[in-house]
């Protein structure tokens, strides 16, 4: 939930050190940058763009395909938690339209494991992994999406959470605060996230995981904060727009599965739209996946980003218009995506 890399952009006095252990995971990883919809809120607009393929999200009243079905008619379990409640984005009724089988809420779930009104990564990421194990007595595949809440936004000035200061100088107190909660929150989840890895690390059966982010933090009214701390608000430039909309993937394989798969899961992957990270991923494992994917995949190497901001990246190039001579090529884009988000397959 809303992690970002400040280490990336020389922001004056902000102690970057915190990030080392995120930077280690990614040093054996094969990693990348995601360019969103969405800035500072719409976790599900990149959530459901990575679960469908879809650049662009349908009004969900029924089954839908994406690759939770596929991956479930593979013969895995799929499941998955977020420590909030079930109502937020419609999660309780999407979730079960996009193939979820199981999928734990706050509600008579992990209100019972904390008393925060945002639980703690600690227990999100224990429980993530005791039901993984649990699922060893299937003798199935398992597939498991799950979104954290501790990071959540706002990051209130009112309170501190830790006694170290992550951001300092000639700033506002109020974001000097902000930050250093931002700060403190992201920083255990890194914790709490390694300790995760140890164990996949060593686990016999072979592990992938693929971690990303929906969007920026929202920092202050306005997102002021981001402005006393020099980034552009025009984005009138491409690097602006990047900036702005940029997170960062990363995808790891444990031991048994680099064997099994033929390959170290380590360097540094394209820019991409999240509708393309499971491509990536089946990329990465050798798979080819359903129909679907395998089209979009041929389309990923053209069109690498496609933006509900009307911004694409077209041959390398960031764009506001389709060249034409790519026009009918992403005509067919659009005919693939409309069918897929409108005739269920499974």
Not at 4 to 15: K, R
Not at 36 to 56: I, P
Request: proline content about 4%; charged content about 25%; aromatic content about 18%.
């Amino acid at each position: 939930e809303a992690y970002i890399d400040f280490s990336q952009y020389g922001i004056n006095g902000l102690d970057c050190s915190g990030y080392e252990l995120y930077h280690g995971l990614e040093a054996e990883s094969y990693t990348g940058n995601l360019l969103v919809n969405v800035f500072a809120g719409g976790t599900s607009d990149t959530e459901r763009c990575f679960l469908t393929g879809n650049y662009r999200l349908k009004n969900f009243r029924g089954n839908t395909n994406s690759y939770v079905w596929y991956l479930r008619e593979q013969g895995y379990t799929v499941e998955g938690s977020h420590p909030f409640y079930q109502w937020f984005y419609n999660r309780q009724n999407i979730n079960g339209y996009l193939g979820f089988e199981r999928y734990r809420f706050l509600e008579n779930d992990y209100e019972k494991l904390s008393d925060r009104y945002m639980p703690e990564d600690s227990i999100l990421l224990s429980e993530i992994y005791q039901d993984f194990l649990k699922n060893k007595e299937t003798g199935k595949p398992y597939f498991s999406f799950s979104l954290n809440i501790q990071s959540h936004g706002p990051y209130p000035a009112e309170y501190t959470y830790s006694d170290k200061e992550y951001l300092t100088g000639n700033y506002s107190e109020e974001c000097k605060k902000a930050v250093n909660n931002y700060f403190y929150f992201i920083m255990d989840s890194d914790v709490q996230l390694l300790e995760l890895v140890g164990h996949m690390r060593n686990d016999p059966d072979p592990v992938i995981m693929v971690l990303f982010s929906d969007h920026l933090p929202w920092m202050g009214d306005g997102n002021s904060y981001y402005k006393e701390m020099g980034f552009a608000d025009d984005l009138e430039t491409e690097k602006d727009f990047r900036i702005h909309y940029s997170t960062r993937y990363l995808i790891w394989a444990n031991d048994s599965a680099k064997k099994i798969l033929n390959n170290d899961f380590i360097g540094e992957g394209p820019t991409i739209s999240p509708c393309y990270l499971m491509n990536l991923t089946f990329q990465q494992c050798g798979w080819k996946g359903p129909a679907f994917m395998q089209a979009m995949t041929d389309m990923m190497e053209v069109f690498p980003v496609v933006t509900t901001n009307e911004k694409y990246v077209v041959d390398n190039q960031l764009v506001e218009d389709i060249p034409a001579e790519r026009q009918e090529l992403f005509q067919k884009f659009e005919y693939l995506q409309y069918f897929w988000r409108n005739n269920f397959l499974y």
